[in-house]
């Protein structure tokens, strides 16, 4: 859709966009229409979704706030941005918890219509008070007051009396949308045609979607025609690789990279899980794909989903269960079970805020202690990161490829961050991904020794339960070396021990080495979802001229085979994460360096510029 525009056109490099109000505003939808429309422009983009915890607080409350925040560049980003350019505010509550995220200078456009007396009361303003009217807060941003309800309502109330006011008002976040989408040039056909099809077409209403489509071009029109704004301004298309790209979230990508890999490994893949903030959408996205030999079950509580999971691998599939933090807490048991087991199993936490109930909708690394040491005994798994919403492809494959490999559970980490955030993804060529080799056990000649090791990878036989001649004792008792009967024996309790991590180190021959981007003395090494800022972060600070050089841990049990040597290399290492230095304590005690922390706890992912500052402080010989 274009239109002739009168007003003056500025080009920026980069935009970082906020969409906020209550969780019934469609905030969400909002803004996950607005990232299509410049993924289609061609922008490199990344988002940063934000859910009020409380599934339906009071309306005009400020617990149930909805937001989404974008950043589109014409440059490669790894972020959704520290402060945005614009921001859009439907009510008083959304206005009140969101302001601090925009730039001075910034633009924020508020449903001037819902600025009432009712509504400051709700989100705690003094009585007589209208942040609207406030002189400080004029002055620092250009506050654009526009009656979205009335205008709605206006454009809309003539179309049919068989449409309730109640259903007009819910499309003014499409007018919202439609004046942001004018305002940074991005065509809106690809929205309408979207809102055709799924009310049109999949929820059979078409005027619904008649209703939205109008809404939208009502707000373009008045984006285009109300001089609220000092300027349009556009962001060129970025210069990515070429290939076929696709938006993607990490929970999306977990989804389509445990397909693939049952694909690869010619098995079907049970996935079973207890409904859990972040990880749902990982069991939803699963449930659609049965074609693939996908199978899914929504289990009565954690501990008899990833008992479930576990029997599975059992008999010969390739056994998920998803979760969060409370959830792998309560799968400890069965986890070590499967260690004892020696079978594979892949357990994926997509973490959150903590302790307890926590933050459920906030992002947070803090539960790799947990999965690293969080069972009785001796009992060592694998442990994978993944660093993008789009790697979490790539580990969720390798979960699988490991866990095979080794006769191991793989407790594969994910964060809230990555769950729900998207970003441009590169389709690969699935022809170009490995097959995952499975070996199942063979009747011989020879007596079946259940807990006989493979030399190369020290993994135990995968046996079909019910085949001749495989018979055997399983169970979580200590298993005697090679017979699997059960043992109390000192000396096999040790050996036994040691075998079940033996296998997990051997890992590190097959596992990639880590890799360094950049030179310098200063090492900022990262894992999981502080990624793009660590990235971001370092481009800043050689602009400012310090040079440091990065690394990311994808593999942190077993450690990559040369990290020992990164290490070594530099004056100094530095970690930023999302915990109380959890890996950084981790790497201090397996390599006896000392490494400074960075730590965040504020439910978020690092603010780059806070992040540079901390930076500096050690560099310039403070203590984060």
Known sequence: MTTANKNKTTSLSSVSVRFCGDSGDGMQLTGSQFTDEVALAGNDFATAPDFPAEIRAPRGTTFGVSGY?????????HTPGDLVNAMVAMNPAGFKTNLEYVQPGGIVIVNEDEFNKSNFKKCGYEEGYNPLDDEVINAKYKICRVPMSRLTRESLTSETED???????????????????????REIDSTIEKLQNYFGKVKNKPEIAALNEKAIKAGYYFGETAELFPSQYEVAPAKLKLGEYRRISGNEAI?????????????ALVYASYPITPASDVLHGLARLKQFGIRTFQAEDEIAAVMVALGASFTGDIGVTGTSGPGLALKA??????????????????????????????????????????????????????SSP???????????????????????????????????????????????????????????????RDEKTGARPWAIPGTPGLEHRIGGLEKEDGTGGVSYDHDNHALMTRYRAEKIQ????????????????????????????????????????????????????PFPKNLGEVLRS???????????????????????????????????????????????????????
């Open 163 to 185: 449409i309730s006011v109640k259903d007009i008002d819910r499309c003014r976040n499409m007018f919202a949308l439609g004046i942001v989408s004018w305002l940074y040039s």
């Open 390 to 452: 789009g790697n979490c492809f790539h580990m969720a494959i390798e979960a699988v490829r490991l866990s095979i490999r080794a006769m191991c559970p793989v407790i594969f980490l994910s964060e809230g961050g990555l769950g729900n955030a998207a970003e441009p993804w590169l389709i690969p060529d699935i022809s170009n991904i490995p097959d995952i080799e499975v070996n199942h056990a063979v009747v011989t000649d020879e007596e079946f020794l259940p807990y006989l």
């Open 333 to 386: 048991e069965a986890i070590g079970l499967a260690v004892m087991m020696e079978l594979p199993l892949i357990v994926v936490n997509v973490q959150r805020a903590g302790p307890s109930t926590g933050m459920p909708t906030k992002t947070e690394q803090s539960d790799l202690l947990q999965t690293m040491f969080g069972r009785s005994g001796e009992c060592p798994v694998i442990v994978l990161a993944a």
């Open 506 to 557: 051997q890992l590190q021959d097959v596992i990639p080495d880590l890799e360094v981007e950049g030179a310098g003395d200063t090492l900022i090494l990262g894992w999981g979802g502080t990624r793009g800022s660590i990235l971001t972060a370092a481009t800043v600070l050689k602009e400012r001229g310090i040079d440091v050089a990065t690394a990311h841990l994808h593999y942190i049990n």
């Open 69 to 77: 925040q974008v950043q589109f560049s014409s440059n490669e980003i």
């Open 255 to 267: 989804v389509l990279g445990l397909t693939t890999a049952a694909t690869k490994a010619n098995k």
């Open 570 to 624: 530099y004056d100094r290492i530095i970690m930023p994460e999302m915990n109380s230095g959890q890996l950084q304590m981790l790497i201090r005690s397996e390599f006896l360096i000392d490494v400074k922390g960075i730590q965040n706890h504020f439910g978020r992912s690092f603010f780059v510029e806070e992040l540079v500052d901390e930076i500096q402080l050690i560099l310039n010989g403070g203590n984060a």
